[in-house]
């Protein structure tokens, strides 16, 4: 488990996980948005992505994730050989939309193409990260109902 980018434990450790996330959670974030969005008859995906606030970093790397809510999987080899494994938050897409400044406002509008064999829910992710494997300034997540 990472937390904020800059953390790194095993993610059984969950008194480690809590304390970490807790403190976190106390540092100042910027405000990341997610508005529009909306699913076009085309199967593409449309919104806007906002980010704003008085952070202090060196420079950030504005993303956008676009993650199944669940997936499965067959595994035929390796120490899980026969198992069916469930997963969540499964990332199918991530791009890199812009680089954030502190002092100024970000926003740009994003279009993904949503693959129809893939009908169930999606979520769709944004989040701000210090340039190289900095930590993560901001983040923002909304749920889409799939077709």
Known sequence: ?????????????SDKAQSTIGKAGQNPKLAVSLSSLRVEESNRLRASVGVDGAVKTRGAEVFVALALDHAESQVSRGENAGRNLSHVGVVTKLEKIGTFRAGEKFSKEVEFKIDPA???????????QESGMGRVLGAAEHSIAGR
Do not use: H, I, P
């Not at 893939?118 to 701000?128: I, P, Y």
């Open 118 to 128: 893939n009908s169930g829910k999606f979520r769709l992710v944004a989040f701000v």
């Open 1 to 13: 488990m990472v937390v904020d980018g800059t953390t790194e434990f095993t993610g059984s450790e």
